[in-house]
């Protein structure tokens, strides 16, 4: 048998059970939360007192390069040189005019100068400059622009091609700006790095990136080991500095892949120390010579000599003497 409620008992009896839970609420301080993500100003975005946590960057992260390019800008140069080339009037498609014009064109040269525009830094009070040997290679003429717009002309002091590392010098009558050799074998994957150069002639360009890789080889010749970097390098930057966030310079600024973007290489500068001291010398640079030919392992070669993993290298050839 079903028991009948009035409804005055009903709604007494809901009455009862919310002042029930609105005391346990307040006892508890449930509402306290509620009310502190309350905006007691509607017309305002909301306000709340427990914002999600802010990142907090690493100490090494820099807010501005702005004083890093102040202290170091005024010792990278502009390097403008001038070659005087040959040039050979030839007739296509018919071997007669080609030999009789080439042999009187050969007797008559029509010369042309030619431009070139790189950078470079000052690495000393007296006026030495560390650039790329392409910059300066073959030059008649080299003209070194600083950054308070006085122009020197410079004298090679020595270049190693394998390397592509060029010392040049000019004369001013006070003591220059310059810039310290760093470390760039204590640089890391990762770290902020910045580029200063003289991108299509835009003199004391600035740039900043990460350093993207280390020990690229790039096919650039038999001492491959760049630094690559996703600070923007366009020709021009040739020769110029890669900073580290002491103002060292780490490297030195030397290739782009033409088609890709952020994809810069710079010699690393403790490479370019191991030849400086011969070149300031004005002494070519000289090397060991093991003296056998090396070819690269492959799998057929591995094969053929009974190696599991085709690693390491072949000595293919053995000189005499």
Same mark, same amino acid.
């Given at each position: 048998?079903?028991?009948?409620?009035?409804?005055? $008992?009903?709604?007494?009896?809901?009455?009862?059970?919310?002042?029930?839970?609105?005391?346990?609420?307040?006892?508890? +301080?449930?509402?306290?939360?509620?009310?502190? %993500?309350?905006?007691?100003?509607?017309?305002?975005?909301? $306000?709340?007192?427990?914002?999600?946590? $802010?990142?907090?960057?690493?100490?090494?992260?820099?807010?501005?390069?702005?004083?890093?390019?102040?202290?170091?800008?005024?010792?990278?140069?502009?390097?403008? $040189? !001038?070659?005087?080339?040959?040039?050979?009037?030839?007739?296509?498609?018919?071997?007669?005019?080609?030999?009789? =014009?080439?042999? =009187?064109?050969?007797?008559?040269?029509?010369?042309? %100068?030619?431009?070139?525009?790189?950078?470079?830094?000052?690495?000393?009070? @007296?006026?030495?400059?560390?650039?790329?040997?392409?910059?300066?290679?073959?030059?008649?003429?080299?003209?070194?622009?600083?950054?308070?717009?006085?122009?020197?002309?410079?004298?090679?002091?020595?270049?190693?091609?394998?390397? /592509?590392?060029?010392?040049?010098?000019?004369?001013?009558?006070?003591?220059?700006?310059?810039?310290?050799?760093?470390? !760039?074998?204590?640089?890391?994957?990762? *770290?902020?790095?910045?580029?200063?150069?003289?991108?299509?002639?835009?003199?004391?360009?600035?740039?900043?990136?990460?350093?993207?890789?280390?020990?690229?080889?790039?096919?650039?010749?038999?001492?491959? /080991?760049?630094?690559?970097?996703?600070?923007?390098?366009?020709?021009?930057? !040739?020769?110029?500095?890669?900073? +580290?966030?002491?103002?060292?310079?780490?490297?030195?600024?030397?290739?782009?892949?033409?088609?890709? %973007?952020?994809?810069?290489?710079?010699?690393?500068?403790?490479?370019?120390?191991?030849?400086?001291? %011969?070149?300031?010398?004005?002494?070519?640079?000289?090397?060991?010579?093991?003296?056998?030919?090396?070819? @690269?392992?492959?799998?057929?070669?591995?094969?053929?000599?009974?190696? +599991?993993?085709?690693?390491?290298?072949?000595?293919?050839?053995?000189?005499? *003497?």
């Amino acid at each position: 048998m079903q028991k009948k409620y009035s409804i005055k $008992t009903v709604l007494l009896t809901a009455f009862i059970a919310a002042a029930v839970v609105l005391g346990v609420a307040v006892r508890l +301080d449930w509402l306290k939360a509620c009310r502190a %993500q309350m905006n007691p100003n509607p017309s305002s975005p909301p $306000t709340y007192s427990n914002p999600a946590p $802010t990142y907090s960057p690493p100490a090494k992260a820099p807010y501005s390069f702005s004083d890093l390019a102040k202290k170091v800008q005024a010792a990278v140069v502009n390097i403008n $040189t !001038s070659k005087r080339v040959q040039l050979r009037q030839r007739y296509p498609n018919h071997p007669f005019y080609d030999d009789f =014009f080439g042999r =009187f064109s050969q007797n008559n040269p029509t010369l042309r %100068q030619r431009n070139s525009l790189g950078s470079g830094f000052i690495i000393d009070k @007296e006026g030495v400059i560390l650039t790329n040997n392409h910059v300066v290679s073959g030059a008649d003429e080299i003209q070194v622009k600083l950054a308070d717009g006085r122009t020197f002309a410079a004298q090679l002091i020595g270049s190693d091609p394998k390397t /592509d590392i060029a010392v040049v010098k000019i004369q001013a009558k006070e003591s220059l700006p310059y810039v310290s050799l760093g470390n !760039s074998d204590g640089i890391e994957i990762g *770290d902020w790095v910045m580029a200063i150069g003289n991108p299509f002639g835009l003199s004391h360009t600035v740039t900043a990136g990460i350093v993207s890789a280390k020990g690229r080889v790039i096919g650039a010749g038999p001492y491959d /080991d760049f630094i690559q970097t996703d600070a923007s390098i366009n020709p021009g930057n !040739s020769g110029g500095p890669l900073f +580290d966030l002491r103002g060292e310079v780490v490297g030195i600024n030397t290739a782009v892949v033409a088609s890709g %973007q952020g994809l810069g290489f710079a010699i690393p500068v403790n490479m370019a120390k191991g030849v400086l001291p %011969q070149l300031l010398r004005g002494e070519k640079i000289q090397r060991g010579y093991l003296g056998i030919g090396l070819q @690269e392992m492959n799998d057929e070669i591995a094969k053929s000599l009974g190696v +599991d993993r085709a690693e390491g290298i072949l000595v293919a050839q053995v000189y005499e *003497d």
